[in-house]
T-cell receptor, first 114, second 115 residues
Framework: AQSVTQLDSHVSVSEGTPVLLRCNYS??????LFWYVQHPNKGLQLLLK??????LVKGINGFEAEFKKSETSFHLTKPSAHMSDAAEYFC????????????FGTGTRLTVIP | DTGVSQDPRHKITKRGQNVTFRCDPI?????LYWYRQTLGQGPEFLTY????????KSRLLSDRFSAERPKGSFSTLEIQRTEQGDSAMYLC?????????????FGSGTQLSVL
């Protein structure tokens, strides 16, 4: 079975400081992993996607994530937080059965302090 | 707007009533998904269609829930005899099977409150 665990339900950073949102995955095969962002009253938006190519994945809005098989981790980072980054972030794994079903973590709420 | 649209945005109903939600996917997308998101949780998969065929249903989808996609375009999700536990955000997503970099595009959701 595949699943993801987001280690922090809430992260608070000051504007201009680095962001680290942690995610560990469990999968019996090489997974596809994603990070989605959800702003209030808006649809989920894909930030980035890992599909067994480069282990360091660059996404939109300056975010990136590194796939570490030895640690079963896929942490999301950004060098400098912006006020507009405040949102809910979800780490997601694909079930790889061909249906493209996604399994979401419980989410991490990012607060950016001015 | 060419994204995924859902209607209504909000629905308040009394326990025991039936409700129906609609999802219009991106026009060329052949796959359509329904997810449910409760407060403080990530979205959970309910069901998905490829064209008009419903190919998979989650165990979360009780017999009070039914989804259709009659012409392979828009989809409806009906909940019969609603219960307070059905209160959640219902999300629709669509994708194009076979696309080089297939990804899901989500709508803004329908927020259901069962009183």
């Amino acid at each position: 079975a595949q699943s993801v665990t987001q280690l922090d339900s809430h992260v608070s950073v000051s504007e201009g400081t680095p962001v680290l949102l942690r995610c560990n995955y469990s999968s019996s095969y090489s997974p596809s992993l994603f990070w989605y962002v959800q702003h209030p009253n808006k649809g989920l938006q894909l930030l980035l996607k890992y599909t067994s190519a480069a282990t360091l994945v660059k996404g939109i809005n300056g975010f990136e994530a590194e796939f570490k098989k030895s640690e079963t981790s896929f942490h999301l980072t950004k060098p400098s937080a912006h006020m507009s980054d405040a949102a809910e972030y979800f780490c997601v794994v694909n079930d790889q059965t061909g249906a493209n079903n996604l399994f979401f973590g419980t989410g991490t709420r990012l607060t950016v302090i001015p | 707007d060419t994204g995924v649209s859902q209607d209504p945005r909000h629905k308040i109903t009394k326990r025991g009533q039936n409700v129906t939600f609609r999802c219009d996917p991106i026009s060329e997308h052949n796959r359509l998904y329904w997810y449910r998101q409760t407060l403080g949780q990530g979205p959970e998969f309910l069901t998905y269609f490829q064209n008009e065929a419903q190919l998979e249903k989650s165990r979360l989808l009780s017999d009070r829930f039914s989804a259709e996609r009659p012409k392979g375009s828009f989809s409806t999700l009906e909940i019969q005899r609603t219960e307070q536990g059905d209160s959640a955000m219902y999300l629709c997503a669509s994708s194009l099977k076979g696309a080089t970099n297939e990804k899901l595009f989500f709508g803004s959701g329908t927020q259901l409150s069962v009183l």
